[in-house]
């Protein structure tokens, strides 16, 4: 009998734990925090739409901010459901996100708060994006913490 390899779908984390490996964290997506990144792209977009429109000389500057802000929302409520299944494991040796994405903790160059998302930098120049994470300070430390222990561990 073959091997059975288990295919993820892109916002599916499968955590199959290495020997001696712990989960120490889910990062979740935060419907509040989702809105308000949403919210600010909205107030953003209408303000760059009503510029433009008004640079152009155009009668309708307020329907165009109106409609940026009805097409930001649109595009908030059509992706939702799909940004609330991503989530992100941290183990206390790597990253593991959706799709089989995964970072080990000594890979980590830079993790930084962008916006409410967290930007994960590797070594080698990898970049991937936790999105929409409330708490995203709190979380940050716990990453840099886990990295700290682990190249503590290893170097001993």
């Given at each position: 009998m073959g091997e059975q390899i288990r295919e993820s779908t892109m916002a599916e984390t499968v955590f199959d734990p290495e020997p001696g490996e712990k989960k120490l964290r889910d990062i979740r997506s935060d419907k509040a925090t989702y809105w308000r990144d949403?919210?600010?792209?909205?107030?953003?977009?209408?303000?760059?739409?009503?510029?433009?429109?008004a640079f152009m000389?155009?009668?309708?500057?307020?329907?165009?901010?109106?409609?940026?802000?009805?097409a930001l929302g649109v595009?908030?409520?059509w992706l939702y459901s799909e940004q609330m299944k991503f989530h992100w494991i941290v183990t206390n040796m790597r990253l593991i996100g959706p799709g089989g994405r995964q970072v080990f903790l000594l890979e980590l160059e830079k993790v930084r708060r962008l916006f409410?998302?967290?930007?994960?930098i590797t070594k080698t120049g990898d970049k991937h994006l936790i999105k929409h994470v409330a708490g995203a300070e709190a979380v940050i430390a716990e990453i840099e913490a886990?990295?700290?222990?682990?190249?503590?561990?290893k170097g001993a």
């Amino acid at each position: 009998m073959g091997e059975q390899i288990r295919e993820s779908t892109m916002a599916e984390t499968v955590f199959d734990p290495e020997p001696g490996e712990k989960k120490l964290r889910d990062i979740r997506s935060d419907k509040a925090t989702y809105w308000r990144d949403h919210g600010v792209m909205a107030v953003l977009g209408m303000g760059v739409v009503g510029m433009v429109l008004a640079f152009m000389g155009s009668d309708h500057v307020a329907i165009g901010s109106l409609g940026a802000v009805l097409a930001l929302g649109v595009r908030g409520l059509w992706l939702y459901s799909e940004q609330m299944k991503f989530h992100w494991i941290v183990t206390n040796m790597r990253l593991i996100g959706p799709g089989g994405r995964q970072v080990f903790l000594l890979e980590l160059e830079k993790v930084r708060r962008l916006f409410g998302d967290i930007q994960i930098i590797t070594k080698t120049g990898d970049k991937h994006l936790i999105k929409h994470v409330a708490g995203a300070e709190a979380v940050i430390a716990e990453i840099e913490a886990a990295r700290v222990k682990r190249a503590r561990r290893k170097g001993a």
